[in-house]
């Protein structure tokens, strides 16, 4: 009999609330879906089946979810069975409210009183600041910022907010490289990745014109995607590439290295950029799009034939793709064919053949002085990606007029045809008489 009554008391204590009851019993297969995905605000009790004050709450916690049906949802966590979800909130001791508003990752502490009165009043108090920040345009709910991890960190607009619902068709789906951050909105160190992140997805973005991507899934919402790849830490970052098995990123965690494992990554899948011959004014769209333009002038095509204008198109092919991942344009013409955009470019000295670097944003160049060579072009662009050289202004600031050209056949050149004069009827005695001194 004394057993059966011990067991009687501890479901009476255990079994704070029921389904009878208006309070939502919350626990970790519930509480995504239920809470943080929802536009609803939320008062949450967490409790222990033991503590005394959890038990002396109880009354007065049904009677306001009553009084607050369909207006405020209120909802209970048993923390002691559920310690996850009470680590994961802060919770140290019972019963420990707290307020689930606009942002649902980052919720509040309430700190009214504990009668249901007071407990009504606070949550409509916290209602009625919920409504103002959804006036003043503030949106609510789940969003890549933590709130931290200092300043200078740029905006997170280029960090792509992945769900379980979207992340297949983004990123397994999808032809761009991903670099994926798994958070937890808790997380010390997520938050100081935070600014360091957001600043080189804008980076990468640019830089690679979207090849390279740089994502971030809340770890502790979707949990679908996060359990697949076996994410049990924060942060984790993976590399996702198209039909590969994704890989654990395994670089810093400055901007720098950032970026610097996503331009590796977006060259070593990166097609080299293509080499155009400058036709008409078109061919600088290349240029004016680009960061940086490298235009090689080639010989006449008598002065070299086929085969030599194609072993200096090789070279300068060569140096595309060790450079594409710089993102630059890249162009060529014939010596001669575009007399103004030599000029502008102070082409000429030197001889053919020739090759300018080009800032299009700041219309400035850069000549190259050394062998028309790999090795040659390699240091002359070495040195302009480090900042090293001289350069000069474009002609008068502006781009020269370019000169509509055909393009090159791929064939050796033929000398222009002779013309034929009839001499038959000029009688050369005479002239030779007429001239004679």
Known sequence: RARVLGCSLVLAVSGFYSARDDVVELNPSNFNKEVVQSDSLWLIEF???????????????????????????????DA?????????????????????????????????????????????????????????????????????????????KDVVE???DNFDRLVME?????????????????????????????????QTKGKVRLGAVDATIHQGVSSRYGVRGFPTIKVF??????????????????????????????VPPELMEILSEDSLKTCV???????AVLPHILDTGASGRKSYLEVVMKMADKYKKKMWGWLWTEGGAQMELENALGIGGFGYPAMAAINARKMK???????FSDSGIHEFLRDLSMGRGSTSTVGEGAWPKITTVAPWDGKDGELPAEEEYD????DLDDVFEKTEL
């Not at 808790?186 to 360091?196: A, F, N, R, T, Y």
């Open 47 to 77: 409790y222990a089946p033991w503590c005394g004050h959890c038990q002396s709450l109880t009354a007065d916690w049904k009677k306001a979810a009553t009084a607050l049906k369909g207006i405020v949802k209120v909802g209970a966590v």
């Open 80 to 156: 002691d069975q559920h310690k996850s979800l009470g680590s994961q909130y802060g919770v140290r001791g019972f019963p420990t409210i707290k307020i689930f508003g606009a942002n649902k990752n980052k919720p509040d502490d309430f700190q009214g009183g504990r009668t249901s009165q007071a407990i009504v009043e606070g949550a409509m108090t916290a209602l009625r600041s919920l409504v103002k920040e959804r006036l003043s345009g503030k949106s609510g709910g789940s969003d890549y910022s933590r709130g931290g991890g200092g300043g200078g960190g740029g905006s997170t």
């Open 162 to 164: 992945l769900t379980d």
């Open 174 to 206: 999808g032809d761009a490289v991903w670099l994926v951050e798994f958070f937890a909105p808790w997380c010390g160190h997520c938050k100081s990745l935070e600014p360091e992140w957001a600043a080189a997805a804008s980076a990468v973005q640019e």
């Open 241 to 270: 590439r198209k039909g590969e098995e994704p890989e654990d990123y395994q670089g810093g965690r400055s901007r720098g290295d950032i970026i610097a494992r996503a331009l590796d990554l977006f060259s070593d899948n990166a």
């Open 289 to 295: 799009d680009s960061q940086l333009c490298v235009i």
């Open 365 to 371: 160049y850069a000549l190259l002085k050394g062998s």
């Open 423 to 426: 001499l038959s009827d000029v």
